[in-house]
């Protein structure tokens, strides 16, 4: 079992931003049917996560709103959290029916569940075609190979996993780069002091899910700052 007592980093260093950023980049996009880009954002909701929960709230919102001009994006909610709960929310297209079904949640110790969302990730994807996937966490339970063939099918589905790591527990990180790399995806620690940073990259991928590398590019154009790295990786 991991240990959760860890001192979170100060920031995230800017070379593991700017190899996100390149991830991201480099990631080929499927448009989902009938126009929407279509996400999966799961959390991890366990006691741990609880004084950054509310963060994620407000931060999420504006992964629509960079969206909008593309054609919107569809998102369903994934959490797991105390004994052996994890749920989903329906698909939705707008931040405030998102922050409502949030809201409701509240963090709850237990061990973690990310098999099950990586699961239900697949399942979803073989329903209708998801663009990408989004997992906040900060630490890992389970049987890392299971996760990493989890991931793996992921990966020969299209569906990337962009992994969001809070603080820097070392065997969390080993497992999060592997479903990330193994999904076609990215990874990225983060801290609390980070939300305008993770902000931003949480909107990259949004972007990215919605119009693919054409609309990241126009987007880093205007955002500037980290997601700005994004267009000097692809050129």
């Known amino acids: 079992m991991a240990s959760r007592d860890r001192k979170l980093p100060s920031r995230s260093a800017s070379a593991e931003v700017e190899m996100f950023l390149a991830r991201v980049a480099a990631t080929p996009a499927t448009r989902a049917e009938g126009g929407r880009g279509r996400l999966i954002f799961a959390m991890d909701a366990t006691a741990s996560r609880a004084p950054t929960w509310d963060i994620a709230c407000e931060i999420q919102g504006r992964m629509f709103e960079e969206t909008a001009a593309l054609g919107g994006l569809e998102i369903q909610l994934v959490f797991y ?41 697949i399942d979803e994807n073989k329903r209708r075609k998801v663009n990408a996937l989004v997992f906040v966490g900060d630490c890992m339970e389970e049987d890392v190979d299971e996760l990493c063939h989890l991931a793996g099918e992921l990966g020969l589905q299209g569906v990337p996993v962009f992994v969001f790591h809070e603080g820097d527990e070392p065997i969390a990180a080993g497992a999060f780069r592997q479903i990330a790399r193994l999904s076609n995806g990215a990874y990225c620690s983060f801290d609390m002091g980070s939300a305008g940073q993770l902000r931003a990259l949480l909107s990259a991928v949004a972007i990215y899910a919605a119009g693919g590398r054409r609309a990241l590019e126009d987007y880093g154009k205007r955002a500037g700052g980290a997601v700005l790295q994004i267009t000097r990786q692809m050129k």
């Open 81 to 121: 959290r105390g004994f052996g709960e994890c749920k989903h929310s329906k698909w939705v297209t707008d931040s405030r029916s998102l922050v409502r079904q949030m809201t409701r949640v509240h963090c709850l110790g237990g061990r973690t569940q990310i098999a099950r969302m990586l699961r239900h990730a």
